[in-house]
């Protein structure tokens, strides 16, 4: 990797979608809400709040990495120019609305994080290599920090390419948020990995699985409370069939 | 229309809910003429399979008409009119599974494939109506259904056949066809299969097709029992004798050839073990109780094959591994790779080898779904097979 001396400063947010500021608000909000039930159950979650409010106080968290490898069923050449077609992206990161290539090597990026609330992001290329490496990072005034890159491998024994990619992120809050975020999945560590298993579904299969706007029956509070657990809350509500984007495989 | 939505342990109900709609390049939507309960969408209606959601549309035995198909389907594979068994797995046909013929471990439709990674390491294919750890999709038991992977898994029907003769080639048929295959019979074997429920009755009957000499057959109900028998089948009921003991004695000590497990994880048996099987999956201690694969692994003769088409959800205990690894048996097992096996065993249905309706003792409206989970569950009524009729009326009591 050759952005591992990128500077993270102390004032920026990261990949995670909601700075410190919110955080400092919704912990605030917990705490209070806490306080108002008057029980043992809302002293815990005012006690969890006043932890959460603390961690968001406090500085940043050390920059941290996550990576990912799949075996992609295609060669390097097809892969690099799916993924080096930056509009392409948004139909396999589930948590980009879209990606718009500006001039020279930048592009912008807007994510959807909860409550719809969007971050964007200015990314400039900082290193390609044809077939094999995309490499790029956040520029200074975006919402949040973050650097990253994809690399395409032929497997020497013909079964595809390796495709691994590698983000660089901080988390303010740190491990207490990252908790949350694990939970409604939208931790860097998940959305990457899933990231992954969705451009091999798009290469291959042409489309990547989904249930999201399907029919079903009443969900009621439990239904509902089941969908966010298994992470099935979507920021594309429009179905691939509609979209009118060509057909990748 | 109207659709079965689990909503909780033991509760089925019926409710109108929204037409399905196309959402993948690849769907179709097929209007259901047939669909059925399986012996798994027991475990689903007695809460042993964790991660179903309130409301999910259960599902995945049923055929009918396609009626509208989306931009990205082949027309040469399917098309509008077509009449349509469905499998109940989900397959892209590109995946390096798929190109190996192992269809139900397709790497490209499960959305939820994390959700399986953590109980298995990595996700089988997406299912049909068969909780949100294997995808989430809404199931058959229906008025119409959205089918991913449309140009792939469904198999056109001539006409002239009735529903009820392909219906099975939805799942049950393949894959008692499968534990059959898994078996590894030579001509002349003796198989011994746990289990006369609709699978394990295609399981006998394939066993034969495949070569088998003898095949023993395991159960407690004797209208099951006599149906094994009208295949060629010797019988065993486990509530009269120690079916261990049994299948020594009737292979001269020897032992079956290949064991088959057509029942899974809930087995019922007699007991110290099985008891404390049955507590530790009340108390969410062992999500299945393996009393049949145990027996199966000590009955099965030295250097044989068990083969499992039941159903397991997660862990189990006091599996006898000693037995397992001394006798250097083999055991083979999986969810059905059913785009093998419709089109094969459809021939044999056209060629009046095999009529699968045989299986079938209750047809009902949609509606009385409710009812027949229970009726089925509780075996009451000798019911061995409910076949729904999704646009049929349900009559005054």
């Known amino acids: 990797m050759n952005q591992s001396n990128l500077p993270f400063s102390r004032q920026a947010s990261s990949q995670f979608p909601f700075g410190s500021k919110g955080l400092l608000l919704g912990a605030g909000a917990l705490m209070l809400y806490g306080l108002t039930r008057r029980s043992k159950s809302g002293l815990a979650l005012a006690t969890a709040g006043g932890v959460l409010a603390f961690r968001a106080a406090k500085p940043q968290s050390a920059p941290q990495n996550t990576r990912a490898t799949f075996l992609v069923n295609t060669s390097p050449e097809r892969a690099y120019v799916l993924w080096r077609d930056f509009q392409n992206l948004p139909r396999f990161m589930a948590h980009l609305k879209s990606v718009q290539v500006l001039e020279g090597n930048r592009s912008e990026w807007i994510a959807v994080g909860p409550m719809d609330r969007e971050v964007r992001w200015t990314a400039e290329i900082t290193g390609e290599r044809p077939n094999e490496l995309i490499a790029w990072r956040s520029l200074p005034g975006s919402d949040v920090e973050t650097s990253g890159s994809v690399e395409f491998r032929r497997d020497p024994l013909d079964r595809g390419t390796y495709v691994t990619a590698e983000v660089r992120y901080r988390i303010p809050g740190g491990s207490a948020t990252a908790a949350l975020a694990g939970i409604f999945g939208k931790h860097p560590e998940f959305m990457v990995r899933e990231a992954l298993r969705r451009f091999k579904s798009l290469v291959e299969a042409g489309e990547t699985p989904t249930i999201s706007g399907q029919t079903h029956g009443p969900r009621g509070l439990h239904g509902r409370t089941e969908e966010v657990l298994f992470r099935e809350t979507t920021n594309h509500p429009e179905p691939q069939a509609a979209s009118g984007l060509p057909r990748i495989a | ?397």
């Open chain 2, 1 to 397: 229309m109207k659709a079965v939505c689990w909503m909780g342990k033991e509760r089925i109900e019926v409710h109108d809910v929204p037409d399905p709609k196309i959402l993948n390049p690849r769907d179709a939507i097929v209007r259901i003429t047939t669909t059925c309960i399986c012996g798994s969408d027991l475990h689903l209606y007695n809460g042993f399979v964790p991660t179903l959601e309130q409301g999910d549309i259960l599902g995945h035995e049923f055929m009918g008409e396609v009626v509208e198909v989306g931009p990205g389907v082949n027309k040469d594979k399917i098309s509008v009119g077509d009449r349509v068994v469905v499998p109940f797995t989900i397959a892209c046909g590109e995946c390096q599974s798929c190109k190996d013929q192992l269809w139900s471990l397709c790497d490209n439709t499960n959305p939820n494939a994390w959700l399986a990674e953590k109980l298995m390491g990595y996700s089988p294919s997406g299912l049909f109506g068969y909780t949100h750890m294997m995808g989430g999709y809404a199931g058959g038991q229906a008025q119409y259904a959205r089918v991913p992977m449309a140009d792939v898994g469904p198999i056109r029907i001539p006409d002239g056949i009735p529903d009820e003769k392909v219906v099975f080639l939805s799942d049950i048929f393949p894959t008692g066809y499968m534990g059959a295959e898994n078996c590894n019979i030579r001509p002349g074997d003796t198989i011994a299969v746990w289990g006369c429920g609709p699978v394990g009755q295609f399981a006998i009957r394939s066993c034969f097709m495949f070569g088998a000499g003898r095949v023993i057959a395991i159960d407690r109900l004797p209208e099951r029992l006599r149906m094994a028998e009208q295949a060629g089948a010797e019988t065993l009921n486990f509530d009269d004798v120690d079916v261990v003991e049994a299948l020594k004695d009737m292979t001269g000590n020897h032992g079956p050839d290949a064991c088959m497990d057509a029942v899974g994880m809930e087995a019922w048996g007699h007991g110290v073990i099985f008891a404390m099987d049955r507590a530790k999956q009340m108390t969410r201690m062992q999500m299945d109780r393996p009393v049949v694969l145990r027996q199966a692994i000590m009955a099965c003769k030295k250097g044989g094959t068990v083969s499992v088409p039941g159903v397991y959800a997660s862990f189990i205990d006091k599996v006898p591994m000693g037995a397992f690894m001394n006798k250097g048996l083999t055991m083979k097992t999986g969810q059905t790779h059913m785009m093998r096996y419709m089109q094969p065993l459809l021939e044999r249905i056209q060629a009046g080898e095999i009529d699968p309706s045989f299986v079938i003792s209750h047809k009902l409206p949609l509606e009385s779904a409710p009812g027949a989970y229970r009726m089925f569950r509780d075996k009451q009524d000798h019911c061995t097979k409910v076949v729904l009729k999704p646009w049929e009326q349900q009559q005054a009591a």
